[in-house]
């Protein structure tokens, strides 16, 4: 596999920083010590097993889960249970569901120009101009008047990162985007990512595209039982992995 | 199994299969007797009873309908004229149209309830049909207080002074919106009360007596009929949602006092008997308020219906809001919205309109209801029927006539609801279309 193109720079300037971060639901302690700096410009991609608390730790990052103890500051701003701060946070963080959670009552337009226009209070027509603009990008400009109802799931999945792009956010999460996919769909919302990536955006993306993982990422975490198990850049972590459970892994998904 | 294998063909489509029209063959009136009447023995001999009763149903209305009086003093004459013969004496509707639609209200001011009741489908257009231009909602705004003023005259001044009130707490809401909406809602409501309680009364007697601008008074026992029952039901349509909703959101809340009381309010507004409510409005709330105090029973019984329809609406608010999927909370989290963004633009839209069905309900059941004060000796349409015009020596004993004309005036406005309804969720279905 090639080495990642040279524009994808990684800053040293720190976009997410969480420091003993551990969270439960109620006697079940989901996530375990969690210590994670996050440069600015780094494609991360979290895998691990079902269960193994890696949504619930990027959900924690915008604060749609809460933690219970530890600290995470996003940008800067440190995640408390101020809401003025939470929205600050949530504004800058971009993120895109397993299953798109697009809004059905609006049109695609309206899906991508509703939070610039109340949060940003940008103007209507600027906030149109930039909603066509990210469209044009994910490649369905021609579905703007459309309800998210009557496009194929890739399509929605475009129209969801091209919704969180309006915001012009500093991080992307994304939350197991292609799991919801047919398999010819996921490509073409990888290639959108891919492209997200080249361009530089900080980016956590919990996936089991492991072929992604290898052409963009430039770290892979492994999470197993609510823990960083093992962490690593993409070809260390593929070709020597060093952990038993995280060869066991890696074996059952590349196994066939 | 040696040698019993399955050939398999090897094949590969080159061209696509031109799409074609089902057969002909199939359809006819006669096929769709055979299909859908006369299909077996049992069906048959169902077809056949049905048919029957069908018959003797008809067979008995058309000559009562066709065969009625239209014009006569009272039931004699329209027994003079049928001379034995089936027959309506439909000439009560005629003689006592005014009494069935206006009570007593004074026969030279119909003209000002007409006009308001025209002014309504007006004030309710853009509300009904989003197609309009939204610069109608301002006359939507303006017309519960016009209608107030034409329906029971009085000075101009206290509608204009209610409609100030309504103002200035939207002004403080406004104000404060942006520390906290929820705060800036108190404090919206608290100014406007406070302002129709405290300034509105003496202001306007103060005002009127520079400038009169009045219409004669018309007194609320003085209205009835239809127009009592169409009051009610429409104001206490449109109060009780937004409080419904209000109901919902706040049941919802992670906040406890707030989620308590309105748990609290919803069972047991449920729990009690709409008639109830309304002996409480009508003798009850006498002794608790200081004496010589002048509440406006029709006032009281919109209060106590709203409350009690709230709470049904609430429920099926709260119905629509649960069916929601979680994702449509987190992705509004997620982009930074706050609770009352998300609830105004991605919430409640949704939420309404898988709720339209149960909300139209309980819209139909309350109009329907509001019969019921007759009860409480309110002259509505249905008072109106068992006191004054049954028990006149002209009408005594026109049963059917009357009661066939009250259910059917009824059924034309619920139908129209309903129909308006249906209406509505396949022009708000966007999906799968």
Request: aromatic share 10%; glycine share 8%.
């Amino acid at each position: 596999m090639a080495e990642a193109p040279t524009q994808m720079k990684v800053s040293s300037e720190v976009a997410i920083d969480i420091q003993g971060m551990n969270k439960w639901y109620g006697s079940f302690h989901v996530l375990r010590d969690i210590n994670l700096t996050v440069y600015r410009g780094e494609r991360i991609v979290i895998c691990g097993p079902s269960g193994s608390g890696k949504s619930t730790l990027i959900r924690c990052i915008n604060a749609l889960e809460e933690h219970q103890q530890g600290s995470i500051s996003v940008d800067g701003t440190m995640l408390s249970s101020d809401l003025k701060n939470i929205d600050k946070i949530r504004s800058e963080v971009g993120m895109c569901f397993q299953h798109f959670n697009l809004f059905p009552h609006l049109t695609i337009l309206e899906n991508c120009t509703l939070a610039p226009i109340w949060v940003r209070k940008t103007p209507k027509k600027q906030a149109e101009e930039t909603a066509m603009h990210f469209l044009e990008k994910v490649k369905i400009p021609d579905q703007a008047n459309k309800y998210p109802g009557q496009l194929s799931g890739g399509q929605q999945q475009r129209v969801a990162i091209a919704r969180s792009l309006c915001m012009k956010p500093k991080i992307m999460l994304f939350d197991e985007p292609t799991s919801a996919l047919d398999p010819e769909m996921i490509k073409e919302v990888l290639d959108t990512m891919i492209q997200l990536a080249e361009e530089g955006m900080t980016m956590l993306c919990v996936t089991h595209e492991m072929g992604f993982a290898r052409q963009v990422a430039n770290r892979v975490i492994f999470m197993d039982q609510g823990q960083i198990v093992e962490q690593n850049k993409p070809e260390p972590f593929f070709n020597n992995p060093q952990s038993e459970r995280t060869k066991l892994f890696l074996s059952q998904i590349l196994g066939h | 199994m040696s040698g019993s294998a399955p050939k398999i063909q090897a094949f590969v489509r080159h061209d696509t299969l031109p799409s074609v029209a089902p057969p002909v063959s199939e359809t006819g009136a006669v096929k769709w007797l055979r299909e859908n009447l006369f299909s077996s023995v049992g069906n048959s001999i169902m077809t056949l009873l049905a048919a029957y009763c069908l018959y003797a149903l008809i067979s008995a209305i058309v000559p009562w309908v066709f065969n009625g009086v239209w014009r006569a003093d009272s039931i004699r004459d329209c027994r003079e004229v049928l001379d034995g013969a089936v027959g309506g004496c439909f000439a009560v509707i005629a003689e006592r149209w005014p009494q069935l639609v206006f009570g007593n209200y004074p026969s030279e001011h119909y003209g000002r309830a007409v006009i308001a009741f025209l002014m309504l489908f007006v004030a309710l257009a853009p509300i009904l049909f989003i197609e309009l231009p939204r610069k109608m909602l301002w006359f939507t705004g303006l017309f519960p207080f016009i209608a107030y003023w034409l329906i029971w005259g009085g000075t101009l001044w206290l509608p204009i002074l209610a409609l100030v009130g309504v103002v200035a707490g939207f002004a403080a809401f406004r104000a404060l919106e942006t520390k906290s909406f929820f705060g800036a809602l108190i404090a919206g409501l608290v100014v406007t009360l406070a302002f129709w309680l405290f300034l509105a009364g003496p202001l306007s007697t103060g005002l009127s007596s520079v400038v009169p601008l009045t219409l004669e008074r018309v007194e609320s026992r003085e209205i009835g009929g239809f127009m009592i029952n169409f009051i009610l039901g429409t104001s206490c349509i449109a109060l009780s949602l937004p409080l419904g909703i209000a109901l919902a959101l706040g049941r919802q809340s992670n906040l406890p006092i707030i989620k308590m009381i309105c748990v609290m309010f919803i069972e047991f507004i449920r729990g009690v008997p709409l008639i109830t409510l309304l002996f409480v409005a009508s003798v009850m709330l006498a002794y608790f308020l200081p004496p010589g105090t002048n509440f406006d029973l029709i006032l009281r019984v919109i209060i106590m219906i709203t409350l009690f329809a709230s709470a049904y609406m609430a429920e099926a608010i709260r119905g629509g809001l649960a069916a929601l999927p979680k994702g449509q909370y987190e992705a509004g989290d997620s982009l930074g919205l706050d609770y009352w963004q998300s609830m105004r633009l991605i919430i409640l839209p949704q939420a309404l309109k898988i709720a339209i069905p149960s909300i139209v309900n309980i819209a139909i059941s309350l109009f329907k209801d509001t019969t019921l004060v007759s009860i409480i000796s309110m002259f509505d349409m249905l008072g109106m029927i068992k006191g004054p015009i049954l028990s006149s020596t002209d009408w005594f004993g026109v049963y059917w006539e009357l009661y066939v004309f009250a259910a059917l005036l009824f059924f034309v406005f619920t139908f129209g609801i309903s129909k308006y309804s249906q209406y509505l969720e396949r022009k708000l279905a966007t999906d799968h279309r």
